[in-house]
């Protein structure tokens, strides 16, 4: 690890804030102290671009503009207001977190460090984030972006996500964030990741610690951090059954809460498998039958579906099943819904584009 003195962190504090406050992005959560919609804004920006959370955020305050609203609202409901953004677990933490924040701290976001980082969906680089910028409390971060940036300026011969590689990162990330303004620091180093010191074609002679950095002065900034080369994403495959009813209405039926897209609704089908041949429509019309006492017509086979997770690709096989008789159980939970009118329903982006196969279907002139 190298070492700065304390004169040149003070220097470098000092011209990445100044950068700060001449490039800095107008975010709408800048324009608040408002502890709540800091941390909302935090949990939105994990995995998830700026350009995309900002209309969320907009719309999520407005849905549920205090701890106490989001916490007595439905998951389901919640859930409804987060569908598109992806990563759907963010919405359940969120929500589970505001219940704790109900029962244990008088609906109020914990001021301590040790006890935000109990919460649901806060680790330690979300929770520095929170209380540096809503409090100005000395707390460093350690995201994505600031794990490349110090990665770079150090050369760091390290994977940022090894144990050692992490000890190290943490280690400077303290050092450098200044005790007297560590919220604009914390944006500022952020907004550094983000707009100059990017994954690709990083604006060197636009930063602001380019004299210190050492990947620079090497000419290969882009070489850190360092990387292992990923293995390829296993393909899965698996049907989706869209059962419709003469009025155009959808079967749907929810996710568990735990897993992929938990509390997320979707029509029936089968789990996630790595069979490649897809199913015919007699399989998928008896699997109707005997899973779900469904009769349909003999299934009509649609275009399929390709999405990418995080950590495999899927491809869909959606049926056309028109419904003609039998009656779902009492004890199983499922609504029939028209999706285009629909929005209360969780649904996910990949099952939206399932369902959106139907639509020449339900609508001719579509």
């Not at 955020?57 to 609203?69: N, S, V």
């Not at 929170?130 to 300026?153: E, M």
């Not at 003469?246 to 790595?274: A, K, T, V």
Request: proline fraction near 9%; include cysteine; charged fraction near 20%.
């Amino acid at each position: 690890m190298i070492h700065f003195s304390e004169a040149v962190r003070v220097e470098m504090g000092q011209r990445l804030l100044d950068h700060y406050a001449r490039h800095g992005r107008a975010l709408p959560w800048r324009a608040t102290r408002d502890p709540y919609a800091i941390w909302l804004s935090e949990i939105l920006l994990q995995q998830t671009g700026v350009k995309s959370v900002v209309p969320y955020y907009e719309r999520f305050l407005d849905r549920f503009p205090t701890i106490q609203a989001l916490a007595e609202a439905p998951q389901e409901a919640v859930l409804a207001c987060w569908q598109g953004l992806g990563y759907y677990r963010r919405a359940v933490h969120l929500h589970a977190a505001a219940q704790r924040m109900m029962q244990e701290h008088q609906g109020q976001l914990p001021r301590d460090i040790e006890q935000l980082v109990k919460l649901p969906g806060i680790g330690p680089s979300t929770a520095g984030a929170i209380l540096a910028i809503a409090f100005n409390q000395h707390h460093a971060i350690l995201d994505g972006n600031v794990k490349r940036i110090l990665s770079r300026l150090m050369a760091l011969e390290l994977l940022p996500d090894s144990t050692p590689g992490r000890k190290i990162l943490w280690e400077m990330a303290a050092l450098l964030t200044p005790r007297d303004a560590a919220g604009h620091y914390a944006q500022a180093i952020m907004d550094l990741g983000a707009t100059i010191c990017r994954p690709r074609n990083p604006d060197c002679m636009g930063c602001p610690w380019s004299f210190w950095c050492r990947a620079r002065a090497m000419g290969r900034p882009e070489a850190y951090p360092v990387t292992v080369a990923r293995a390829a994403k296993p393909h899965r495959y698996q049907f989706n059954a869209l059962v419709m009813r003469e009025d155009g209405s959808l079967l749907l039926m929810p996710r568990p809460d735990r897993g992929l897209l938990g509390g997320m609704w979707q029509p029936p089908g089968d789990d996630p498998s790595l069979t490649v041949t897809p199913p015919d429509g007699e399989t998928v019309r008896l699997w109707l039958a005997e899973r779900h006492g469904l009769m349909v017509d003999p299934p009509v086979a649609l275009p399929s579906v390709d999405h990418v997770f995080t950590h495999f690709r899927l491809t869909v096989y959606p049926f056309c099943c028109v419904w003609r008789a039998g009656e779902l159980s009492g004890e199983t939970i499922h609504r029939w819904i028209h999706p285009d009118h629909d929005r209360s329903t969780p649904i996910s982006t990949l099952h939206r584009k399932v369902l959106a196969r139907l639509t020449p279907r339900i609508n001719p002139a579509a």
